[in-house]
């Protein structure tokens, strides 16, 4: 019987009278066998503890929307006085509507003279309120900024974003993988790019782990004539292979190139390489690319402390979790790369249409 | 809202809350709702932002009148106001707002350092099993968590994880678990969050 089979035992009131007694007096005799053991039950009343709390958390979730799902959502706009005093209200009622439509309603309260430059204080404001969501911490809200100048300009038809990031194709189907913390407990995720129209997803998949999601447009008239350019690589690509990526840090995509630094990410995470291609927030979720155009990962961030650092995760991870999580449901592109030879530059041109813009309210 | 109120004393939420009870529960998530709604709207905050205040405020109460030596020193409404405002401010000052609260003759305050301090420990060493069981993946932490909290057999398990049989379920458990001891009490964790997303 092995230790921790034992521990359970006990811990379960399972043993019998005499094999408890030998336990409890090994305890006492052995050492080892003690710490061993108080690790053991540290660990799994943790774990207990965890489980119960996180249920009384779901239960009280239950009671508030059965109680008041139904009640309006107020949105707090605001805590500058002069602009409370010209809306004479510090709160803006929306019946229990999306935020997205909240937001909505101020780009069109911005439109005329004077309001214009105090909406866009608000916008970054609601931001900060939005936090509160469980958005994950960290990830990256450029967006919002240029969510506010585009009212500025009059040509806003959208509320900026609560954050945005990058995300491609995986397939000709409709999927496209993205960074999980980006997208982490949001209403709604939306993708645009040049090409294609500000459409909705839904999110299929996600990996805490690898900090991946799956997400798909559901609209087949959209997807009818895809046909990405790219492969997935899952060998390993050698250090020192110059390799670029593609991403929306601002609101038009963004080159980057550079090589591949290392095999390994942070805190020699196996599942990373690390890349010298200054990464930018909002370049999380982009696609990693090697010269012929093969996919080999999925930009994931960068270390804090040191500039021209980026990590990506690997293709042989990503189609290894893919697989696993969708029970091999997804098909993930592996036919050869059609850039192979190409300019560069004619490259970008036909990844372009498979790269997007996550919009993530 | 279809049900009419549990009309309660301070004393008898308490002991509801002490045994589990989940009317209690309702009763009182129901009769303070708006107290806490109103101090977060009104400070800057969104009903979104008052619930999940809200909510944490009944879980500080919770884990507390689990102690046996707890007592309430005031009113439950002036405990819970208490709780839930330095909880929001805690969040203001977190998303790098730096104003007051608004007092809006809520009365008394009462304090509830130590409780909130008995929260935030709980609240770390539940990340540091969230962080573990989300390292670990699945199925191990469906399996973990099976076995451990749900308390399923080993021939259910295998059944529900499709092994051949109780022993194979047995060994991907003890697998499972020893990576999960290496998380947890593994400390470089804490520096993994470093990476900047």
């Known amino acids: ?68 799902g ?25 019946a229990s509507t999306a935020l997205i439509a909240v937001l909505s309603t101020i780009a ?70 993205t960074s999980l913390h980006m997208i ?61 990526t593609l991403g929306y840090p601002r609101k038009d995509m963004v080159y980057g190139e550079g090589s591949l630094s290392s095999l390994s990410g942070y805190n020699n995470d196996t599942t990373m390489y690390q890349i010298s291609i200054p990464v930018n927030p909002g370049n999380s979720g982009g696609p990693l690319l090697d010269e012929q155009g093969n996919v080999i990962g999925i930009i994931r961030g960068k270390i804090n402390s040191a500039e021209a650092t980026g990590f990506a995760i690997k293709s042989r991870d990503i189609i290894k979790s893919i697989n696993l999580l969708s029970g091999d449901s997804i098909q993930v592109t592996n036919k050869r790369s059609t850039l192979k030879g190409l300019k560069r530059t004619e490259q970008i041109k036909r990844i372009n249409p498979y790269v997007f813009n996550v919009l993530v309210y | 809202m279809s049900k009419p109120n549990l009309q309660l004393t301070d004393s008898q939420f308490i002991h509801g809350l002490r045994i589990g009870n989940s009317e209690v529960l309702t009763a009182l998530y129901k009769k303070y709702y708006n107290l806490v709604l109103k101090l977060v709207v009104n400070n800057s905050g969104s009903s979104d932002a008052a619930q999940d205040i809200y909510q944490e405020t009944i879980i500080v109460l919770f884990e507390n009148v689990q102690k046996p030596q707890f007592e309430l ?16 401010l805690k969040q203001l000052k977190k998303n790098g707002h730096v104003f007051l609260i ?39 932490a469906a ?18 994880f499709g092994y051949t049989n109780s022993d194979n379920a047995k060994n991907q458990k003890y697998k499972c678990l020893q990576r999960l001891k290496r998380y947890f009490f593994d400390n470089r964790l804490v520096e993994q969050s470093e990476i900047e997303k």
Request: aromatic letters at 8%.
């Open chain 1, 108 to 177: 069109v309260l911005s439109t005329g003279g004077y309001f214009i430059k105090k909406a866009s204080d608000e916008i970054s404001d609601l931001k900060k309120e939005v936090d509160g969501l469980k958005s994950t911490q960290g990830a990256i809200v450029e967006g919002i900024k240029q969510g506010a100048e585009n009212i500025v300009k009059g040509k806003a038809a959208y509320a900026p974003a609560n954050f945005e990031g990058s995300a491609f194709a995986l397939n000709n189907l409709g999927y496209i993988v």
């Open chain 2, 102 to 140: 608004k007092e809006d003759g809520e009365g008394e305050i009462a304090d509830v350092t130590e409780d909130l301090s008995l929260h935030q420990q709980k609240e770390k060493d539940f990340e540091k099993v969230n962080q573990s069981l989300e390292n670990l993946g699945e199925p191990c």
């Open chain 2, 73 to 88: 020193n005031c009113q439950l409404q002036t405990y819970i106001y208490s709780v839930a405002k330095r909880l929001w």
């Open chain 1, 1 to 68: 019987m092995r230790n921790t089979d034992l521990f359970d035992s006990y811990l379960n009131e399972k043993l019998n009278a005499g094999e408890k007694v030998d336990f409890e007096s090994k305890l006492h005799s052995d050492e080892v066998f003690a710490k061993t053991f108080n690790e053991h039950s540290e660990l799994i009343s943790a774990l207990r503890n965890y489980a119960e709390a996180q249920k009384l958390k779901a239960e009280l979730k239950a009671i508030h929307s059965k109680e008041f």
């Open chain 2, 143 to 160: 399996l973990i968590k099976d076995f451990y909290v749900n308390k399923l057999s080993m021939d259910e398990i295998a059944e529900k």
């Open chain 1, 184 to 244: 982490n407990g949001a209403d709604s995720v939306f993708i645009q790019n040049s090409t294609t129209e500000r459409v909705l997803t839904k999110v299929i998949l996600t990996d805490p782990k690898l900090d991946l999601a799956v997400l798909k447009i559901e609209d087949k008239e959209l997807i009818k004539k895809w046909l990405v350019p790219f492969s997935f690589n899952e060998k390993l690509t050698d250090v020192g292979e110059k390799v670029f």
């Open chain 1, 70 to 94: 139904s009640d309006a959502k107020v949105i707090s706009i605001n805590k500058e006085e002069t602009f409370a005093k010209r809306y004479g209200k510090t709160v803006m009622i929306a």
